[in-house]
T-cell receptor
């Protein structure tokens, strides 16, 4: 299985940028890097994904290292609502299923007012 | 557009019983995946259904089974419940089983086995 390594927890101040790191040294050439987050008492929600190039959307930016062995999720201005567990996931063909997500423990982000 | 819904919200069963959890996928989605999330852990993939056929399975025993119906809603059945089956069960729907499609999760069913 493709695996990722993330810090267990991080803290941020409200309205400041947050950089959430993820290491995935065993990534293969066809693995997509996905980020999901899970707010308290909710199911996970999609944040962003990428393959090789940096990506931006309304929620966040994803910076992918040139060798693809690491990536960083960037929240440009953290709000209290961004307090959640953030999961970095390598999405790959697995056991014949192309659609499942393999979650780790993620990074618990706390945002201080 | 209706999101992913799951029922029931909470459920309490005793060891050895059987349980059925239900999931209605988002409109237009033909793929449903089920996950088990123990307290303090990330979700673990159970299986996926694509157009009514099982399309991949995680490391779960056969007493975990599922169905997908023609309207793409789905059921998760667990037989011979064990204490360790206590968890949040999440379903997620998507359009196709590709590795780049976004999965939309429901709020989950909290199962407690006593």
């Amino acid at each position: 299985d493709a695996k990722t390594t993330q810090p267990n927890s991080m803290e941020s101040n409200e309205e400041e940028p947050v950089h959430l790191p993820c290491n995935h040294s065993t990534i293969s050439g066809t693995d997509y890097i996905h980020w999901y987050r899970q707010l308290p008492s909710q199911g996970p929600e999609y944040v962003i994904h990428g393959l090789t190039s940096n990506v931006n959307n309304r929620m966040a930016s994803l910076a992918i290292a040139e060798d693809r062995k690491s990536s960083t999720l960037i929240l440009h201005r953290a709000t209290l609502r961004d307090a959640a567990v953030y999961y970095c996931i390598l999405r790959t063909n697995y056991g014949g299923s192309q659609g499942n997500l393999i979650f780790g423990k993620g990074t618990k982000l706390s945002v201080k007012p | 557009e209706t999101g992913v819904t799951q029922s029931p919200t909470h459920l309490i069963k005793t060891r050895g019983q059987q349980v059925t959890l239900r999931c209605s996928s988002q409109s237009g989605h033909n793929t449903v995946s089920w996950y088990q999330q123990a307290l303090g852990q990330g979700p673990q993939f159970i299986f996926q259904y694509y157009r009514e056929e099982e399309n991949g399975r995680g490391n779960f025993p056969p007493r975990f089974s599922g169905l997908q119906f023609p309207n793409y809603s789905s059921e998760l059945n667990v037989n011979a419940l064990e204490l360790d089956d206590s968890a949040l069960y999440l379903c997620a729907s998507s359009l196709g089983g590709t590795i780049w499609n976004e999965q939309f999760f429901g709020p989950g069913t909290r199962l407690t086995v006593l």
